[in-house]
Every structure is written in C-alpha cells, then in structure tokens.
C-alpha cells in the first residue's frame, strides 16, 4: 500500500474525498484558512493511501459511469506509472496539520523552552535540517534570525512553499552537520 496524488475536478475536493472514504480508502486532505474561509492547501490535488491496483480500477469504474465523484484521475508519470508519495512526505505534512481538522497550522515544533545559546550559529541564506524527526532530509532556508536562539525559516514541500516562524536553534542542525551525520562530507 502507497500514498498517491488524486486531481480532482475544480473546487470538488471534500466531495472526491467523501467519495474515496466511503469506499474504504484513506486520504488526507490538506486545508488552510484564507480570511474566513477554509480551502484546500494544494487546489486540485488531495492524497489516498491504497492498494494502487485497487485504486486504479475503481476510479476506472466512476469514470465508466460518469458518476459526479468530484476525482479527475490518480496523478501518473509517462503513460500509466501512478506517481507514488513517500509516507515520510505525508507524515511530515500531517507535523503541519492540526490533527483532528487537517488545518495548516505551521511550526510543528516546540518552541516554549528557553535558548541557552550566547551568539545564532544561523544567518539569513544558511541551509539547516531538523536534528531529530521524519523532517530531517527537509532542507530549511534561514529566512531570519531572532536574537540568539531562534530562526524564521522556509521550506519546500510538495512544490509548494511553507514559512515556519520562531524555531528554536537546538532543534537545528547546519547543513555541514546534516552531511556529516549522512556521511557525505
């Protein structure tokens, strides 16, 4: 069983959604606020866990019966490979997403506990990991930096860029720290 990509036809996510629910899948659909409204984080797109053989046949059968589900089709590469999601991805979105809503909320991480550092080892443009975590192969791009222990920092997931404010500098790691520990430096 796989995470895979479903587009689905414009504005009809929670519908494509309910739909792949209601026939036993898993999915995670993303969302975010935008002023008082609630919309989905990636337009067009939301993420099923399956069996891909499964998956392809029964968005075949919808399809056959041009049946109003709200799913365009599973997301391919070339002429029918469905392009697969590594859970370790999907798990890092879910540290984003408040768990019971799907909402984007930022920052996963704690940012209570005060800093015991004299001087930032970040500057604005330095590349940092997490040092613990399913996010730690996620570079972060120093954005800021607040007073001596904390960072703003971006990242990129799934083609789509997150801000994450107020990251504590001992939850990070330098990129020269992240190539040591993989052994490529």
Known sequence: MNWFAIATVGRK????????????????????EVGRSIKPLFPGYLF???????????????????????????????KMDPVLIDSYEILELRGFLHP????????????????KLTDNPFKKGDIAHYRMGSATDLPLKVEEVRGTN???VITTFLSRSCSIKDVEVE????ETEYLKMRGGY
Do not use: C
């Open 13 to 32: 996510e929670r519908l494509a959604e309910a739909r792949l629910v209601s026939v036993g899948f898993e999915t995670l659909l993303p969302l975010e």
């Open 100 to 115: 019971l809503t799907n909402i984007y909320e930022g920052d996963p991480v704690n940012t209570t506990k005060a800093g």
């Open 171 to 174: 939850e990070l790691m330098s």
């Open 150 to 152: 904390l960072v703003d």
């Open 48 to 78: 099923s866990y399956a069996d891909p053989i499964k998956l392809q046949q029964q968005l075949s059968y919808w399809k056959s019966l041009r049946v109003n589900t709200g799913i365009h089709k599973m997301v391919i590469a070339g």
